[in-house]
């Protein structure tokens, strides 16, 4: 698909074509004025698309009624847009209502969102959105689009406005949340190291919408297909890369029959990253991995993190 | 005023407690009709004028020209098209009330801040329902503060109408400079004063029920 906001405006979405597989989180990055923002606005027929076709489950958007589109596909947005004179739960309970669910339904869902967003019913039903902290409001708004259990959800920077310990928290949430409830997620960002947690797949979009690259996070750190995408990751993607895996990943040494008291032990699920960060500033350039009941399965080396690497890189070829 | 005579004349007050009644009352629905009217008007004008720039400086510009226009010139202009009647009253305390209210009303509305309207057109509400449900419950406290002005104003203008036979308690106001005595000009005056706090105030504990969120 395509958009041009003007007949003599360039495009600012250039023949983006993009296959999401169901229950993924795609996520859209890219500097200021790749069309990110623009793409994800499309799917919902907040911008129209001036060519091509955006297809859900086979449908064309355009096909469907906008607010009929839009009832079924969960939106967030970075300042979140609570409605400030509702409270929580009318807020939670806008899409359910807009269906014209039954009022115990509601409630019942209100509930079970609140409990999985790790608030307590109880306590912030009956607050209004301004009673609350960022974060917290943050939740809410994700709660609010995910409220009709809709099939694809459209995140546009939603961890973009609160402090980075807050961000992490939100995002470890909702990676834990789409586990559970497998939508289909868009989702924006200008931040790589979010893309590449967040994300399954990719699209690394460059200025004028133009589409650098589609991949997996591993791929597009050990594979980038340009320059603008090997520059936009950074020259620390080997060390990102790093961080996709962990100890679990690696081909261990075998244990030492005598525990050596002086080396480090890590857990099986340390990212790489992690790992050899520790490693690093030890005598031997090495640990004992142990196991969640603290059992050693073996000792990993800088050498055998290094190789890792090596090889992830090396599939290039 | 004769020499002598009191300022207040107590007995005159008792004597006409149902006159004076019943010119509150009547002081009340020329309010009433003329705020109510000059709402529904404001609310429909600004509503369709909110997000139309231009369309709106034009309907502020016929506000404004209304608004200059002294209240006695205005309602004199009248009598030979309306006659002496309450028709005539409406449509000067009317016009008085349009540029306050269109004002403040439009002031609400482009006081919502824009996430919240996209967040309501992604999730699937329709213009009307971000209307109804959206803007105007958040532009509710500027549009009470409108509302409050505009009933303050009219319920002192008001009396002006006594001139064209309506009036409420501007006929006592009248009627005591017309004969020289003090008591019924202080009667109409000071409630006439006393209904604008007494209205003012309940518009305040109103807007506060209606608007538990803004606490």
């Known amino acids: 698909m395509s958009k041009r906001f003007s007949a003599d405006s360039p495009l600012a979405v250039n023949d983006l074509s993009l296959l999401i597989p169901p229950g993924n989180i795609c996520v859209l990055v890219g500097p200021s004025g790749c069309g990110k923002t623009t793409s994800l606005r499309m799917v919902n027929r907040l911008i129209e698309p001036s060519s091509g076709q955006i297809l859900i489950d086979e449908r064309d958007v355009m096909s469907v009624e906008p607010v009929a589109l839009r009832r079924r596909i969960g939106y967030v947005i970075q300042q979140i847009g609570l409605f400030p004179h509702q409270t929580i739960a009318d807020n939670i309970a806008t899409v359910p209502r807009l269906l014209g669910w039954p009022e115990e339904r509601i409630g019942g869902r209100v509930n079970e969102l609140l409990a999985l967003i790790g608030l307590d019913p109880a306590r912030v039903r009956n607050r209004y959105p301004a009673e609350l902290s960022g974060g917290e409001r943050q939740r809410v708004g994700v709660a609010r689009a995910l409220a009709a259990e809709p099939p694809v959800m459209l995140m546009d920077e939603p961890f973009g406005a609160v402090d980075p310990i807050a961000r992490e928290r939100l995002q470890d949430e909702f990676l834990r949340l789409h586990r559970e409830q497998r939508t289909t997620v868009i989702f924006v960002t200008h931040d790589i190291d979010e893309a590449i947690k967040m994300g399954d797949r990719v699209a690394m979009l460059q200025q004028g919408g133009i589409l650098a690259q589609y991949a997996t996070p591993a791929e597009l750190l050990t594979r980038p297909s340009s320059e603008f995408v090997a520059r936009f990751v950074g020259a620390d993607r080997g060390l990102k890369r790093l961080a996709l895996s962990s100890l679990a990943d690696v081909a261990l040494d075998p244990a030492p029959a005598e525990p050596d008291g002086s080396l480090p032990r890590l857990g099986r699920e340390t990212s790489l990253r992690d790992a050899l960060s520790v490693l690093l500033g030890t005598d031997a350039q090495a640990g004992v991995v142990v196991d969640a009941s603290g059992g050693a399965l073996g000792v990993v080396t800088v050498g055998a993190i290094a190789g890792v690497l090596r090889e992830a890189m090396g599939e290039r070829e | ?215």
């Open chain 2, 1 to 215: 005023m004769s020499a002598g005579e009191p300022l207040i004349r107590w007995d005159w007050i008792l004597l006409h407690l149902g006159d004076v009644a019943q010119r509150v009352a009547q002081h009340l629905m020329l309010t009433g009709i003329a705020v109510g009217v000059g709402f529904v008007l404001s609310l429909a004008l600004g509503v369709w004028s909110a997000r139309r720039p231009r369309l709106y400086s034009s309907v502020t510009w016929a506000a404004g020209v209304l608004y200059t226009i002294p209240s006695l010139a205005l309602f004199a202009l009248l009598v030979p098209f309306t006659g002496l009647s309450l028709l005539t009253a409406e449509i000067g305390l009317v016009s008085y009330t349009l540029l306050i209210l269109i004002r403040n009303i439009v002031a609400g509305i482009r006081a919502v801040p824009p996430e919240v309207r996209d967040a309501a057109l992604g999730m699937g509400y329709t213009p009307r329902q971000i209307l109804w449900r959206v803007e105007l419950p958040l532009a509710l406290g500027v549009i009470v503060a409108g509302v409050r002005v505009a009933m303050i104003t009219t319920i002192g203008l008001v009396t002006v109408t006594a001139l064209i036979g309506q009036g409420g308690l501007g006929f006592f106001i009248i009627d005591g400079i017309q004969r020289f005595f003090s008591t019924p000009l202080i009667v109409g005056a000071s409630l006439s004063i006393l209904l604008a706090i007494v209205v003012d105030g309940l518009l305040v504990r109103l807007e506060r029920l209606a608007t538990p969120w803004a606490r």
